[in-house]
């Protein structure tokens, strides 16, 4: 059956369909949890994929990490692929071990395209992880300024705190002034504190960020 989980990574349609037709189970997995679906969506084959769909590969099947479908192509940044799956009802806030969505590991991915086309589709731009962590938190740890601007616009809470204390502008404070300053100027708390008492200053201060610790 491992066949044609290697056929959906190679993108190879003709073998793909040459085994569903003989019999191969479209949802067998293989060592990892991984289905040809899964397959199919790492390597962004969207044919592979519509043809897998067809024959009935489960989009809510998750691998031994508890990752999805949509969340692999959601890494991948692999948004036609991520709307086949949506319209054949993959549930957009599904999470991982982890707790992390699609649109959290787009977001870390720095898949900003991803990110508006989940966003489309109703994800929670709020949801935190097992840490706290919101995608919001995961794009300005990153560095990812365009992907911080579209969560802000898409209503991401610039004042949300992760399990430690933290908020999106402590994470962005030892990184570039001009996320820090959009954060601050979509509402961020300068004056928040986390509970071990680290501030967006005193991590800019920490960090030798003279431009960000003038801005706060």
Do not use: F
Request: charged share 25%; proline share 0%.
């Amino acid at each position: 059956m491992e066949d044609l989980i290697m056929a959906a990574l190679s993108g190879d349609e003709k073998r793909v369909g040459q085994l569903l037709a003989g019999g191969a189970d479209a949802n067998h997995p293989d060592g990892n949890g991984w289905t040809a679906l899964i397959g199919a969506a790492v390597r962004g084959h969207d044919r592979v994929t519509e043809r897998l769909l067809i024959a009935g590969a489960d989009v809510e099947h998750v691998d031994i990490k508890g990752l999805t479908a949509l969340m692999r192509a959601a890494e991948g940044g692999h948004v036609g692929i991520a709307d086949r799956l949506l319209g054949a009802k993959a549930k957009v806030d599904q999470i991982d071990n982890k707790g992390k969505t699609a649109l959290m590991r787009a977001a870390e991915n720095r898949r900003v395209a991803m990110v508006d086309h989940l966003v489309k589709y109703g994800a929670n731009v709020n949801h935190a992880d097992k840490r706290g962590k919101t995608a919001l938190m995961r794009a300005a740890l990153g560095g990812d300024g365009v992907t911080v601007d579209h969560l802000l616009k898409a209503g991401a809470d610039v004042n949300q705190t992760d399990t430690n204390g933290w908020t999106a502008l402590i994470c962005a404070a030892a990184g570039e002034a001009a996320i820090v300053k959009r954060l601050v100027d979509s509402g961020a708390n300068t004056r928040h504190a986390a509970k071990d008492g680290t501030t967006a200053r005193k991590r800019a201060t920490a960090a030798g960020h003279t431009n960000v610790v003038e801005l706060l």
